[in-house]
């Protein structure tokens, strides 16, 4: 799974007290794998009658599962309580029983241990919409046909047919849906029929043969066209409105080659019958349903190329590695989800440096990096843990960590053996190192321990110190990172570790041999809270000091060195990561013209766009005499982040605004990528805020369309910045048109505004249910919280629309719960 801009939020009841066993105890014990009495083999899943406006359907599901006990004499399935059972037939069954969410099967003779048992549950189900299954009507918005889309992860797949709704119990299945004829349906496995039925319906069938688990059984019915492709032979399909046609190529195109990647890094060729991708509308992100993913439908359009889409770049290839990694091996329960969504969100890393080369590997987990630390900054979770907040990026750089130690022959070959040694089958955190161990005779208990089962990062402080007689340089390496993190109510308390034992390299260079092949480079085991480096007979006194050259740990780093030896780095180190810290450090420095000399030629000559895009964002604190030119002259940049930053930093420039307001202007007239005309817009508010400058930014953005609306977006925050509030009657009216009006209309009132708060408390009660709900989440996550609580409250029982009172409902439980101020 991959969300979009906000992360996957977990929660799960413990099913029983656990002590006081630690992280690493619970997960070793399989505290979190549910206990059941059978092994279910085959569904057959039959749905008919869907019905839009009750949001109901039809369904008959023909179960066969196998005795895990001598006597079986009930079956007790996963069921929603919107489920109506009509009848359980089958020739060993006498009756049933259902119990909220749960629907038991009485055999009228107890099943022998490993013996048959098939029964078929015919149901009528009267869904709540968007739990398991989501009906779609268009609401005479645009780009919104009807449809119907299904969502089990975690455990919602029972809302709509009664299984066993957890992970460690796979089984095949077929999906049957009759629909009227202009709608497609996509499943998973392969297509065996389509049949016209009288009465202008049809009948799709798909078969998934090789079993995988139950939340990955999927649905989507909707109007759609089909692209295509294949690799090596298996079908590999496009499904888009056909609408979004003329996109669908360009941005899924890539797929079959993504397939030969992560088959050839793996060793293990994709296995399934074919690969969907269908996209759908109001959807969070991308599902990974085994060999058919469900997308959101937002396909970039050629212009948003430029700015490298977040679909391309990291959805498509996420879900992509699932098939792998959580539909063919799948955690064993959700503690040990990271194993589904580590890789999937390391992988991608993986394709794009196979393609593009070693720079786009270390761009693309830089901002995993930058994800981690904010995540981790808000609460501090192991990996591997029940809930964990940090799976995704987490889990994709402690993988690249693993794969950096190991080194890439040696990690490829373990990653074979845990994918083999689970094929369509479960797994859990220790099997992976048991992998690695068969594959490489490493016993890896250390790296688990910390890395896996603890929580937090080293975060070292190193001084250096450098002694011309003897020509060593000494580096004192401190361990600082404090283990605080608190017990939580079932006594369970995340430790961090006071040391992480990790090899590291140090490479110095010295005036004496400025090239790179002269460098002294030495590795050192980190094994406690303080040690000394030394490196000794140096050729002359350094001139750069690299800590974790290739930036192999995961952690912070505070080291303090003169501009000299940052200005050699930046140019010289190729690890992306090493020259972004080193941009930081350089940044601080906006006195010394020497750190702005090494910025300018990072901004304009290095050779990867990401560098020079941070040096241009570092530049942009220093003085406009120093930053200027070069900014101007990083206008002129191929690469759109590059120039996105530069027009962003020209606008805060101290005391340039005349030559910037017109420098943002002439950009977001000319130039031809989104994000970096969205940015001209702020930046030109920023430079020149006039109330004539302003309106007319605001005008301008209100009428530019672009892909995701960015540039409408910027518009929108130079509102909410300013604290518009004569703008209030436009975001007002342009409530329909997306969900930022009603977040512009919270800000303001955040900022003072009691004529924007009544505004948008009025469109609780519009007429339009999407309107309404977009002003609820508004009050949710943009509105001060005190304010959205007492106005909530207020109105709370005089709301016109029930799902709109319910939305309040759950809108205030969460806003007026404990800790509800850290989201
Ligand atoms: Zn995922």
Known sequence: MQRNARLLALLFVLPAPLGSQSNAARMANDAYTRSHDYDLIHQRIELRNFDWDSTSLDGRVTTTLVALRPGLDS??????????VRQVVGANVVRFAAHGDTLVVYPAHPVAFHDTLRFTIEYHARLDNGR????????????RPQQIWSQGEDHDNHLWFPTYDFPNDKMSWELAATVPAEYSVVSNGRLVTDRKNPGGTHTVTWRQDRPSATYLVSLVVAPLVKFADAWRGVPVDYFVYRADSARARRLFGVTPDMIDVYSRLTGLKYPWDKYAQTTVADFFGGMENVSATTLVDWLPDDRAYLDRPWYQWILIPHELAHQWFGDYTTTENWANMWLNEGFAEFMPGQYWGAKLGRHAEDDYYLDEYRQYRQIDARRRMPLAALGSNNIYPKGALVLRMLQRY??????????NVYLRRHAFDNATTDDLRQ??????GENLDWFWDEWLYQAGHPQFTVTAAYDTATRTLTLTVKQTQIDSTKADSTGLRYTTPAVFRMPVTVRVATAAGDREGSDVVKRVDLTAREQTIEVASLAGAPTMVVFDDGNTILKDLTFDQPTTWLATAVRRDPDLWNRQWVIEQLAQRTADTAAAAALAWAATRSDYFLTRAAACEGLGHFPAAVAQETLVAALQDTAAQVRRAAVTALGQLPGASARAAELARATFRSDPSYEVRAAALVALFHADSTQATR??????????????????????????????????????????????????????ASRGSAHALDVLAAHLDDAR?????????AFRFTLAHPLATERLKAVADKLKYADTKKDVGQALQQLTKPGSEDE
Request: proline share 5%.
């Open 406 to 415: 190991l080194g890439p022959e040696r990690f490829w070959v373990a990653i």
């Open 435 to 440: 992998a690695v161990l068969a594959a490489t």
């Open 695 to 748: 309106d007319s930014a605001i005008a301008w953005g209100l009428a530019s369309p672009s892909y995701r609306d960015v540039i409408e977006e910027s518009a929108y925050r130079i509102i909410a910045q300013s604290g518009d509030t004569a703008a209030i009657p436009m975001v007002e009216a342009r409530l329909g048109g997306g969900r930022f009006p009603a977040h512009v209309l919270a800000a303001l």
């Open 132 to 143: 398991g299954l989501t009906f779609i009507t268009p609401q005479g918005r645009e780009h």
């Open 75 to 84: 079956v007790i399935l996963d069921a929603g309580k919107r489920l109506e």
């Open 769 to 777: 249910a999407y309107v309404r709900r977009w002003v609820v989440e």
